[in-house]
């Protein structure tokens, strides 16, 4: 009887607080703002007019600036603020304000009063309509933007995500490749190694002749348009010439690519890794000689500590094979590694007829210059390993690779604090940048600022291909989608048409 008695009183007291008005409570007050995020989520497909009600209580907005009318290559008249209130998730809006819109620059920190305005997708982009320029009131100035890398992907998968924001475009370049005579002006399709967006600068824009670079960074404004079937399609738009990074005005096509390896076979390893290669031009390895390295950086591996010559450090560090002889046509497969030449180890489906540019039983046989002879040229242990491709045989501390992958993190990778310093080298690819993309500062070794991608590692002895699928074209000199890293588990009789095929790395 006791326990009903409490029961119901708790029932009871449920119901009265239930009952209450909002602001029953003491001291309780709700915030006059509303994130971006809430307010965004509101829009239902039809105009909305956004009352205190349908605000959850608030009645403005607040945000910093990052639209900058004064390059001419903004929407007419659109205020675009963003702000992150909600969760940390970044949102922005335009508000469409007119002339008043050029008063303001990126940096300015406004408070806006929304109640009966109305939000509304106009030419594609969701506006805040009926603000008038008194509804706004500037509280600073000079506020920092944070800087928002956005990969391509993640724009095109989302675009009202990312509409009225201020996002960064990291080594990006056009496709198809600028001529030495076009500009920026018009529409141009930007690549970033995940996916394309539309550049569009305006004709009139104070920057619109200024030369299409080969590979730059781009800071500007995503908005959207509507395309078949009223899908939003994003445009991305620079503010200002100052918007454009230029990183490089060269190609580097990258004339070896890495496509996969066999780094740990189902059963004993010795002779049996393998590293699977493409060439992006026709090579004659006679004519113009490259080697491949491998690092292992498992704890028992010699000598220990950094790196003491880099990728050329030898023992059981880094072990070498030059690739002198033999050749590989354009977008074909080619192999480098132990004399076994089988798919899985022991006993599985031989490859001996694919194209071995260079094998031998490194067991018994050191490494081509350095490299002491062993039964596994990969670690296993989760300690980072790596292969390198370099142009020419010869390799030391300031060689640099033409291509690069690694596998996990562990270890002793890279140290400033030597004269000179130490560590592996890495080269620009679709994971790794000799200069961080967005500081600008060096890095040329791995595991340094931006530098820290790896493939994952796998399970020991099961007989995982390292499989590595993406797009890169040698006409642009880059990558038109990233290598992307699948654990493919062969068995013994698997066939080499599942290293080859379906998903595997292409040339475009």
Not at 163 to 187: C, M, Q, R, Y
Not at 201 to 228: K, L, Q
Not at 351 to 356: D, F, G, I, T
């Amino acid at each position: 009887m006791k326990k009903l008695t409490i029961y119901s009183f708790l029932l009871l007291s449920l119901a009265v607080l239930w009952g209450c008005e909002k602001g029953a409570y003491p001291g309780a007050r709700i915030s006059p703002y509303i994130a971006m995020f809430d307010v965004r989520n509101l829009y239902k497909g039809s105009d909305i007019t956004l009352t205190t009600e349908n605000m959850f209580g608030s009645n403005k907005i607040t945000g910093v600036v990052v639209s900058d009318h004064s390059g001419g290559n903004m929407p007419e008249g659109l205020l675009v603020i963003q702000d992150s209130r909600r969760l940390s998730q970044l949102r922005g809006i335009s508000i469409p304000i007119g002339a008043a819109a050029a008063s303001y620059v990126p940096g300015d920190s406004v408070i806006v009063d929304v109640e009966g305005t109305v939000l509304k997708r106009i030419d594609g982009i969701l506006q805040l309509t009926g603000v008038a320029p008194a509804a706004i009131t500037k509280v600073a100035s000079g506020i920092t933007v944070p800087l928002n890398r956005v990969p391509a992907n993640l724009i095109l998968a989302d675009p009202e995500r990312y509409e009225s924001t201020l996002s960064v475009i990291v080594k990006g370049g056009f496709n198809p490749l600028p001529a030495p005579t076009d500009v920026l002006a018009g529409e141009k399709v930007l690549n970033d190694g995940f996916g394309e967006l539309v550049l569009h600068t305006e004709t009139s824009a104070s920057f619109a002749n200024t030369p299409a670079p080969f590979n730059a960074n781009y800071y500007g404004i995503v908005f959207n348009t509507i395309g078949a079937d009223d899908q939003l399609v994003p445009q991305f738009r620079l503010r200002t010439g100052d918007d454009v990074v230029v990183l490089s005005s060269e190609i580097e096509v990258t004339p070896v690519i890495i496509t996969g390896f066999m780094s740990d076979v189902k059963g004993g390893d010795g002779n049996y890794e393998y590293i699977q290669m493409m060439a992006t031009e026709d090579i004659d390895f006679a004519a113009t000689p490259y080697s491949v390295v491998v690092t292992n950086n498992a704890n028992a591996s010699k000598p220990t500590g950094f790196p003491v010559n880099g990728w050329g450090t030898g023992d059981r560090r880094t072990f070498k094979f030059d690739l002198t002889s033999g050749f590989a046509a354009k977008g074909s497969f080619f192999y480098v590694g132990g004399t076994g030449k089988m798919i899985n180890g022991s006993g599985s489906t031989s490859m001996a007829s694919s194209n071995w540019i260079r094998s031998f039983n490194y067991v018994n046989q050191d490494g081509d210059g350095f490299g002491t002879k062993t039964g596994g040229l990969f670690a296993n242990s989760g300690n980072a390993s790596g292969v390198a491709v370099f142009k020419g045989t010869t390799v030391n501390l300031e060689t640099r690779p033409v291509d690069v992958i690694f596998v996990g993190s562990g270890g002793s990778l890279y140290t400033l604090s030597t004269n000179p310093p130490r560590g592996y080298r890495i080269t620009n690819t679709d994971w790794y940048d000799v200069k961080n993309p967005i500081t600008l500062e060096d890095q040329p070794f791995y595991r340094m600022g931006s530098n820290t991608l790896f493939l994952s590692y796998n399970t020991a002895d099961q007989g995982y291909f390292n499989f590595l699928g993406g797009e890169y074209s040698p006409s642009l000199g880059r990558w038109l989608k990233a290598r992307t890293q699948t654990a493919l588990l062969l068995t013994k009789q698997s066939e080499i048409i599942e290293i080859e095929g379906e998903g595997a790395t292409i040339l475009r």
